[in-house]
Nanobody, 120 residues
Framework: QVQLVESGGGLVQPGGSLRLSCAAS????????MAWYRQAPGKQRERVAA???????NYADSVKGRFTISRDNAKNTVYLQMNSLKPEDTAVYYC??????????????WGQGTQVTVSS
């Protein structure tokens, strides 16, 4: 069984920073692409940032230049450094990853989510 566990959310003032972490655990054979999504109340879930197993990254236009995604393959962990936070960044942030637990193909997994609130 594979689990994705996020941490690092919380309340921060506008202009502040937070760093989210997501650790994958369980019987992991291979870890492929990883990503962060967010969902604000009344809105659809959107992809914020993604990173391939080789380290290539992709960002939503709304966070380019402010957020940085990275990963530590030795720790099966992905990070999201969020700087210059705005009230519109308030949302539940979810970790997502493609993981294989055997020599067969990957399965997509979601974390439980962590709340990020940007408010003065």
């Amino acid at each position: 069984q594979v689990q994705l566990v996020e941490s690092g959310g919380g309340l921060v003032q506008p202009g502040g920073s937070l760093r989210l972490s997501c650790a994958a655990s369980g019987s992991i054979f291979s870890l492929y692409g990883m990503a962060w999504y967010r969902q604000a109340p009344g809105k659809q879930r959107e992809r914020v940032a993604a990173i391939t197993s080789g380290g290539s990254t992709n960002y939503a236009d709304s966070v380019k230049g402010r957020f940085t995604i990275s990963r530590d393959n030795a720790k099966n962990t992905v990070y999201l450094q969020m700087n210059s936070l705005k009230p519109e960044d308030t949302a539940v942030y979810y970790c997502n990853a493609d993981i294989s637990t055997s020599s067969r193909g990957p399965v997509n997994y979601w974390g439980q989510g962590t709340q990020v609130t940007v408010s003065s």
